[in-house]
């Protein structure tokens, strides 16, 4: 069955031809119209009203409902300021209240006096700086100073010319921004400085030196940063600690010292400032055993020809015996075996015995023999290990200027004992 185009309507022909649909036939389609079975209602425009003041400008908001921090009506010329909008009331503030491009037109100098004493020659003016109309002695305000008047008629007393001063306690030239006081000059005490961090003790503001006394001194936010000492434990009780075990404080605590040279910190007679020993250990911390410095060091002698007996002239400091060395300096003569304290004295003109003797009781006596017959004279002798010249072993001659007369001479018919 076919239906003629006459037939349709033209809400169904509008569907069947893809046009969007607008039933209340306003000119505004689906879905822009808020209401389309009202001819009245079409799109709504909304405004971003920043200020919140029921005036918008600028951005444009397309919506049926009214969207959060928009408005109907567009006609802000200060969207930043809610006392600022089209038929604003014109206030003394310095603004274009009303939006009509003029400011504070409402507020010409009136020209009439007011005010009294001081003050009696003013002039009412609108001063936005107070949000109204002032009373001041000159247009341009220029009077007001810190005494204690209302110098320039605007029934304000030293407004804007006071000063804020910081309680500074500790008198180091920096206040406590906490305790302030306003005034023309500064009380007792009070500064101009307010950043002090600590306005008990003077060492403690900004830009002192932080020293380890618990104290925020430099202001910093941090306590004994770079002030704090090294302390390590001293667990033998002798004064030097040991440098493993360390802490760090402003003060020492108990069995804590400064000192970290302690070698051995179980020992308290072991440490850098004792004297070393014989006894096998490290003493006083130096890193030897038992060196030649040590107090009960023995004194050793070189014992070259290995005779049991030490040189005198080489020597050695140490607490156990070095090789080739004796604890003696006997010997007199170290180059030879034979020669030392028991050995038998000989006659050959060395002192074998080491007594400071040479030859004693082992030499002979000799008689001179003048006449060199063999045959000595008892009236002069001498000791020796050999016959010396112009000596000889017996003293029997009886005439030692004849070398003819001695007793083993033949006996003679002369006058002469001749043997």
Not at 238 to 249: A, W
Request: proline share 5%; charged share 30%.
């Amino acid at each position: 069955m076919s239906i003629g185009c006459e037939q349709i309507s033209p809400f169904i022909s509008d569907v069947l031809w893809g046009k969007r649909l607008d039933v209340d036939q306003d000119g505004i389609p689906r879905p822009d119209d808020c209401d389309d079975s009202n001819p009245k209602v079409g799109t709504r425009i909304w405004y971003r009203d920043v200020d919140q003041d029921g005036y918008g400008a600028g951005e444009k908001i397309i919506a049926c409902d009214q969207p959060t921090g928009a408005t109907i009506t567009d006609n802000d010329c200060d969207d930043t300021r809610a006392n600022v909008y089209a038929n604003a009331p014109e206030i003394c503030d310095g603004l274009d209240n009303d939006c009509n491009g003029k400011t504070d037109e409402l507020f010409p100098d009136l020209g009439t006096s007011c005010g009294t004493g001081i003050c009696s020659n003013g002039t009412m003016v609108c001063n936005p700086e107070h949000l109204g109309t002032l009373c001041v002695t000159d247009t341009n305000k220029s009077g007001e100073i810190c005494d204690e008047l209302d110098n320039d008629c605007d029934g304000l007393t030293d407004e804007d010319v006071k000063t804020v001063f910081y309680k500074d306690s500790d008198k180091d030239g920096y206040g406590n921004i906490a305790d302030e006081v306003t005034a023309c000059t500064a009380p007792p005490t009070y500064i101009l400085n307010h950043t002090d961090c600590d306005d008990v003790h003077a060492s403690a503001h900004p830009g002192a030196t932080e020293i380890c006394d618990g104290i925020d001194n430099d202001c910093n936010g941090k306590t004994d940063e770079t002030g704090l000492n090294t302390y390590y434990e001293d667990k033998d009780a002798d004064g030097y600690g040991n440098e493993k075990k360390k802490i760090y404080g402003c003060s020492a605590p108990i069995g804590h010292v400064s000192d970290h040279t302690d070698c051995d910190d179980l020992e308290k007679a072991i440490h850098p400032n004792t004297d070393e020993l014989c006894n096998g250990m490290d003493d006083n911390c130096n890193e030897l055993t038992d060196e030649p410095s040590a107090v009960d060091v023995k004194t050793w002698y070189a014992d070259s020809d290995q005779d049991g007996f030490g040189d005198a002239l080489t020597q050695k400091f140490a607490c156990t015996k070095p090789a080739g060395f004796v604890t003696n300096k006997l010997d007199c003569n170290d180059a030879i075996f034979e020669i030392a304290p028991t050995a038998k004295e000989l006659c050959n003109e060395i002192d074998d015995d080491c007594n400071g003797q040479t030859d004693e009781g082992t030499q002979a006596t000799f008689f001179v023999d003048v006449d060199q017959d063999g045959y000595g004279s008892p009236l002069v002798k001498k000791s020796a290990c050999s016959v010396p010249s112009g000596y000889a072993a017996n003293k029997s001659d009886c005439n030692d200027l004849n070398e003819n007369i001695h007793p083993n001479q033949n006996e003679l018919c002369n006058g002469v004992d001749d043997n």
